[in-house]
């Protein structure tokens, strides 16, 4: 488990890094490939050594816990900001399902196979992922690097009303635009 999060937190500055420099649709590709491949080593190595195993389990956790938040900045780019708020509650709803689907799956794996069968179950995911993502890439037109926002790692317990009092989102701005005949009386009593 500390490997896990210390691999989370070790990887979450580079991989930003490496979303603002390239596509980051490439970026969740590779990121979804090595995370498989570390997942697949844990079972086929990982019982060998104990500092393999946690390497390797460092790894795929720590580049698992990274796919959220790039999800999320491929969506910001992609969406005009008037969607992003119903953007993110849809990432949120498939994040949620696959928090509730992806147990119920992964113990029968575990009840099936054994211990192993979380890593095998992941890595058929994440190859899943990989697919999908390079699919994407294939059909849809790239955003320039330039033109892709700043990446700030997102979180899926974000709260979706801090979205919603963003001042850079139009529907806050329309909603707290003052008419000019509502503006207050300056104070004129000093």
Sequence with gaps: ?????????????????????????????WVALVAATAAALVVFLGAERLWLLTLLAGLFTGLSAALYPIAVAITNDRMASNQIVAASATLLLSYGIGSVIG??????????????????GSAGFLVLLAVTTRYRIASTD???????????????????????IDPRNEEFQALHEVPPSQEPAPDRSH
Excluded: K, N, T
């Design 1 to 29: 488990m500390a490997s896990a999060i210390v691999a989370a937190m070790i990887v979450a500055w580079p991989l930003g890094r490496l979303c603002d420099l390239f596509d980051r649709r490439r970026v969740m590709f």
């Design 142 to 164: 790239d955003i320039a690097v330039a033109d892709q926002e700043h990446f700030i790692a997102a979180m899926p317990e974000s709260s979706l009303v801090l979205a919603e």
């Design 103 to 120: 147990p119920i799956v992964m113990s029968q794996l575990v009840a099936l196979i054994g211990p192993e069968g979380l890593f095998m």
